[in-house]
């Protein structure tokens, strides 16, 4: 039967027809450090990214007619392409299949980047109601009476995200994405209850683009950063590193690796997977 598996792959592959998952993910050693930056631009969002073993993935959304559509601007977003269908149901059926989990076997956490471009409040409402459906049951991390219960998926929101309405809750299903120099949001005395993950472009506090050595202070300042979130049980993420295919870029994700840099930010799913797996 396992000889049967690959064949079954291929010949699904050339017919155009999307292999199962399972039958595609049996053997995918998870990378937690694989993030893939605006995932649904792929071919097969989130499938894609899972296929090579990324466990973040990030979706823009905007709230259309209240619907949670998924796209990087408001005029290419179509009703078929929401958040529900392309991550939510999908990332749900995984963790039912998967016995508790998005990837078989796997009891690390798999992040679901929520990027709000606009309405943040509004789309939040909506996205809140949506994940206390009794479906999603045993599905998202939970904050309930000051403490965090761990799920299979977490949901963290990027962007346009209301700070105040989060705050107020005393039961949700998503977290708050801070700012490395967002004043409160970084390092001890932070909540990482509410702020697990820390990001910023990469540009705005680096100079260095993989370019020759990475200079020290630069290098200090990355690992500071590194440890002060960790210090407080955070994760951080940069975005805006050289990607594509620049020859320069591994540079950059030795040293985010080397600092311990949780999300490795890229559009290149198999440049990041292969380098990773080096």
Do not use: C
Request: aromatic residues 8%.
């Amino acid at each position: 039967m396992r000889r049967l598996v690959p064949l079954l792959v291929m010949l699904l592959a050339v017919l155009g027809v999307a292999a199962p998952a399972s039958a595609e993910r049996q053997d995918v050693t998870p990378l937690p450090q694989a993030h893939a930056h605006n995932d649904y631009e792929h071919d097969r969002p989130l499938f894609d990214a899972l296929d090579r073993g990324f466990t973040s993935v990030e979706a823009d959304i905007h709230l259309v007619d209240g619907a949670l559509l998924v796209a990087h601007d408001r005029p290419d977003t179509t009703p078929e392409r929401n958040l529900q269908a392309l991550y939510l149901d999908p990332l749900r059926d995984l963790v039912k299949d998967n016995g508790g989990s998005v990837f078989p076997d796997y009891d690390g956490e798999f992040q679901l980047l929520v990027d709000i471009k606009a309405d943040g409040a509004a789309a939040y409402e909506v996205l809140d109601k949506i994940v206390r459906d009794p479906a999603y049951d045993g599905v998202f991390t939970h904050y309930a009476n000051g403490e965090v219960q761990r799920g299979p998926v977490t949901i963290v929101l990027s962007g346009d995200r209301p700070r105040d309405v989060m705050e107020g809750q005393d039961d949700r299903f998503a977290f708050y994405d801070g700012r490395i120099n967002g004043g409160d949001d970084l390092g001890i005395g932070a909540d990482a209850k509410l702020v697990p993950l820390v990001s910023k472009s990469w540009t705005d506090e680096f100079s260095w683009v993989g370019i020759g050595r990475m200079p020290e202070d630069q290098r200090a300042k990355l690992h500071k950063i590194v440890d002060d979130a960790h210090a407080a049980d955070q994760r951080v993420r940069f975005w805006a590193t050289p990607d594509a295919r620049l020859p320069n870029r591994e540079a950059v994700w030795r040293e985010l690796v080397d600092a311990g840099v949780d999300h490795i930010n890229t559009d290149d799913l198999d440049g990041l997977a292969k380098f990773l797996r080096r």
